[in-house]
């Protein structure tokens, strides 16, 4: 049995929640008898305790969110990746099995960890839409569903899914230069990686623009754009190694961190919060506040993300890769400006051969970790400070149940 996107459109308008749930479930078969032979003993059994350690409050906020809006955001993108050039692609990922090319790691978390935050942008979006309800001014609020969102609403929230999944695989793409990387069949095999993984996300991307399009909003059309301008932008931030991991300097602090994350963390949720509430014919006021509201989830999802290898000992033992400009390691080096100058010696261009683990330890030595904790604070009350503005309602709820989950 053959399906394609339109079957998944299908299912995903014409059918409960868990039904589309099953949908799903069966759609990923295919992605998942191509990754399995890669997924080795030892990575099944580290997702499982990844999957477990998660707190249960950020399950069950994301799983009654979704119930709430009546769209599973963990299969928005299931017209993409079930359309004929997806499946061309994930029978070509095959020959990537054994070369730790990126885009396996990414195609893993997509498909393994469906309802982590990686898939949850659209879901604020559809919830932040349901909450502030709609105006006279709302050009289809015929189109509006049973939980009040509007089908171009419902539109943008994919868009939104799938330009962040671009970007994700996009950033995966390796320098195959010689110098790097030596072995001329190591170098074939990673180089059919890199031109899947450019193809993919131009793929979703080139998808995200035709529904942007197909929105008909000149100024939701300028908002995203910004959004996909501020990636790139944020690439051209800091200094960074052979394969583009960021590499810690001298000065860094908490505003370059901030205008950094902004840029590839928080803008495309800020915009796109912002967007739906132009589609819904709100003013200009209460869009900007939207846009604040988006930035500081944003935000807040960075310095989670930032904070796991120092407090998620299952997930990230002692001694594994972590992002040397995260907001941590950038509180410790800000007290001990010399290390970044020991720091870059050791990396000398590729952080391959680092000693994260003893790094690891320094941070946890200080206050570092409880700052950033501090700044999670921070922005997740900036976010729930909001809330109100949009109208109490149990959409709110969900919203303010999300921001929790981060921050406990």
């Known amino acids: ?101 990126p885009i396996l790691k990414t195609a893993k978390r997509l498909v393994y960890h469906g309802r982590t935050n990686m898939q949850t942008r659209g879901l604020i979006v559809l919830l932040l839409s349901k909450s502030a309800g709609h105006t006279a001014a709302c050009m289809d609020l015929n189109s509006a569903d049973e939980s009040g969102v509007t089908t171009r609403q419902q539109t943008l929230a994919e868009i939104t899914e799938m330009i962040h999944t671009a970007h994700l695989i996009h950033k995966g793409i390796l320098n195959l230069s010689p110098t790097v990387v030596p072995d001329e069949n190591t170098r074939e095999d990673l180089q059919l990686g890199n031109k899947i993984s450019i193809l993919s996300g131009d793929y979703l991307l080139a998808n995200a623009c035709k529904g942007l399009a197909n929105l008909r909003n000149c100024k939701v059309v300028d908002h995203i754009s910004k959004a996909i301008a501020d990636f790139t932008q944020a690439q051209f931030l800091g200094e960074y190694d052979k394969q583009g991991n960021p590499l810690p ?76 400009t995260s907001i941590p390691v950038i509180f410790h080096l800000e007290k001990n400006q010399d290390k970044v100058d020991k720091i870059r010696e050791q990396i000398n261009d590729n952080i391959s051969d680092f000693d994260f683990k003893t790094l690891h330890e320094f941070v946890m030595a200080d206050d570092s970790v409880q700052k950033s904790k501090d700044l999670l604070q921070l922005y997740s009350q900036r976010a729930e400070d909001l809330l109100p503005l949009f109208g109490m309602s149990p959409a709110s709820k969900a919203l303010s149940n999300i921001i929790n989950s981060l921050r406990e």
């Open 249 to 324: 300097t001298r000065g860094m602090n908490l505003k370059t961190w901030e205008e950094k994350n902004m840029l590839s963390a928080g803008s495309l949720l800020a915009n796109s919060c912002k967007s739906t509430l132009e589609l819904a014919g709100f003013d200009e006021q209460l869009q900007t506040q939207a846009f604040e509201f988006g930035k500081n989830i944003g935000l807040a999802w960075q310095v989670y993300s930032d904070l796991q290898p120092f407090v998620d000992s299952l997930g990230c033992p002692p001694g594994s890769k972590f992002d040397l």
């Open 1 to 101: 049995m053959t399906w394609d996107g339109r079957d998944a459109e299908f299912v995903v308008q014409n059918s409960s929640w868990d039904e589309v749930r099953c949908f799903g479930c069966y759609a990923k078969s295919s992605v998942l008898k191509t990754l399995s032979s890669q997924v080795s003993a030892d990575t099944l059994v580290s997702s499982k305790w990844s999957i477990s350690s998660k707190t249960h409050d950020w399950n069950r906020a994301v799983l009654d969110a979704e119930k709430m809006v009546g769209h599973p955001t963990t299969f928005f993108s299931l017209k993409c990746l079930l359309s004929e050039e997806f499946t061309s692609v994930a029978m070509h990922l095959r020959k990537l099995v054994g070369t730790d090319h």
